[in-house]
């Protein structure tokens, strides 16, 4: 059983008011070091066996079509997820 | 200037209603190879300069205690951003 993961972002002249949320709410916890935070979508795609070309392909035409807004978003990757890469 | 990647997934025996509707929704673009659909949440954190041990630490703590519900969510990556690796 295979895995793609597809992660969307809001394009960077996009507001993202639940970004600015968080950034709001770090020094709460204590935390200064950072001085922006953008807030997109992680999407895992499941296949029966191993991942294909075909699987990737469906996964970029998915991301494009239906994963994502490209008025607003930007698809930032599509790739196999490697269980170790962590 | 240097960026934190935070990647939050609902945990496997959680339901989740976002998922199955793009799931649902793969068959009307002619999708059919995708058994599940799981969409969690991807952050992307800023610190002026580069990436240190202190922000990587303020972001799996950020992670844990802000960016995650630890009830029906799971941390699944914290990492820093290389730009190349798409």
Redesign the interface.
């Known amino acids: 059983m295979g895995k793609i993961v597809v ?3 809001p394009k960077p002249e996009i507001l993202d008011p639940q ?1 600015k949320a ?1 950034r709001g ?2 020094p709460r ?1 204590g ?1 200064e ?16 066996g191993p991942v294909t070309e ?2 990737l392909a ?2 970029k ?2 991301a494009q ?3 994502s807004n490209p008025i607003i978003e930007n698809v ?2 599509v ?1 196999e997820l490697v269980e170790d ?2």
Request: charged share 30%; proline share 0%; net charge negative.
């Open positions: 992660e969307v972002m970004g968080v709410a770090l916890l935390i070091v950072f001085t922006d935070v953008r807030q997109g979508r992680r999407f895992e795609l499941t296949v029966d075909e699987a469906a996964a035409k998915a079509e239906l994963l930032v990757s790739h890469a962590k």
